[in-house]
């Protein structure tokens, strides 16, 4: 644990003081619950202007932990280190509302390395993709509330490769 703490500083030595936004999701899937918390740097670019429409992202940097629920058994805990960079296609805020659809593939540390007894990612490295929509709301656009359908695995680096996929709901406070 100790040398993925040490990897993640050295990988994103990014200022607290530039952070645009901090999240919580939490979600379940394939016999798991997970739980995170992430900050957000936007890009600051909009690509693709068409009407009220466009692309624009942001950076996420995250911690979490993911809990086996398996009948099997060997349940373990997970704690889970990702970067990545989120592509999202959003509307103007029309009446303080901003619709948006998103779509990334980052990259992850995990520690250990299997859930439960019968699931197993092969190595601490792993992918992980989410496909996503959601609202921006409020008088300035702070708040912002959405679903990810997220996929994590390692793309096939290390045997075995069971990946797992989870169902999340997403709540951010943009500064």
Known sequence: ???????????????????????????NGNSAD??????QWDWQSRWFEAGAWHLGGYWEASVGSWRGKSAIGDNQRITDFGITPVFRYERDSASGISPYVEAAVGFHLISPTHIYANRKFGSSFQFGDHVGAGVRFGDKGEYDLGYRFQHLSNGGIRKPNQGINFNEIRFEYHF
Not at 34 to 39: E, G
């Open 1 to 27: 644990m100790k040398k993925l703490l040490t990897l993640f500083s050295l990988l994103f030595p990014m200022s607290a003081f530039a952070v645009d936004g901090v999240s919580v999701e939490a979600g």
């Open 34 to 39: 997970m739980m995170l918390a992430a900050l």
